[in-house]
């Protein structure tokens, strides 16, 4: 069962634009957090937002959260080739060990 | 420090045979995982393994068995492989089974069953 749902499924832009995802899950959450997969590669994780927190910065990556909305957004300004990937939304809920992934936002940034 | 790797990078088996994949992580964490990952599925929780000595099935763990062999190690094992586990397989680690966790992932291991 999936836990956070990320929108859009594929997003393209042009360098030098801003990606925004979006994800939204189910459950009460004590943590977000947002990992990056490259092509053929394993998931990096990126930042961790906690419950009490609204925002975060990382970089070039900018994470909300509304736990009211339950809802998160991640945003890469300035997108480069680089960050052409996918990008993943996870939570796990107030018990338990696992952490569940979202399906993903598969970003394509062209030069 | 190598962080998590995975063995095989690559395997092909027939439907009925048995294979082993091994993870092992070099970062003294409690936690291991193996996810399943297939095109627009996202990555699904097979099995975990909360600390040494323990295991606890994930969210797709029908057809596989998994060993936490010491703190390092943690494999997975297919019995008897089937068409339907034809999917990239994923190891990861964290430091501890707390809301703290970041989980560091392997490369993964593609496995074709025909």
């Known amino acids: 069962s999936q836990q956070g749902e990320e929108d859009p499924q594929a997003l393209s832009i042009q360098e030098g634009e801003n990606a925004t995802m979006n994800c939204s899950y189910k459950?009460?959450?004590?943590?977000l957090q947002w990992y990056r997969q490259n092509s053929g590669r394993g998931l990096v994780h990126l930042i961790l937002?906690?419950?009490?927190?609204r925002e975060k910065h990382s970089g070039r990556l900018r994470v909300t959260l509304d736990t009211s909305k339950k809802s998160s957004s991640l945003l890469i300004t300035a997108s480069r080739a680089a960050d052409t990937a996918s990008y993943f939304c996870?939570?796990?809920?107030?018990?338990?060990?696992?952490?569940?992934f979202g399906k993903g936002t598969t970003l394509s940034v062209s030069s | 420090n190598a962080g998590v790797t995975q063995t095989p990078k690559f395997q092909v088996l027939k439907t009925g045979q048995s294979m082993t994949l091994q993870c092992a992580q070099d970062m003294n964490h409690n936690s291991m995982y193996w996810y399943r990952q297939d095109p627009g599925m996202g990555l699904r929780l097979i099995y975990y393994s909360a600390s040494e000595g323990t295991t606890d099935k994930g969210e797709v763990p029908n057809g596989y068995n998994v060993s936490r062999l010491n703190k390092r190690e943690f494999s997975l094992r297919l019995e008897s492989a089937a068409p339907s586990q034809t999917s990239v397989y994923f190891c990861a680690s964290s430091e501890a089974a707390t809301w703290r966790e970041t989980q560091y992932f392997g490369p993964g291991t593609r496995l074709l069953v025909l």
């Open positions: 459950t009460s959450i004590n943590n």
């Open positions: 937002i906690r419950s009490n927190e």
């Open positions: 996870a939570t796990r809920g107030q018990a338990g060990t696992a952490l569940i």
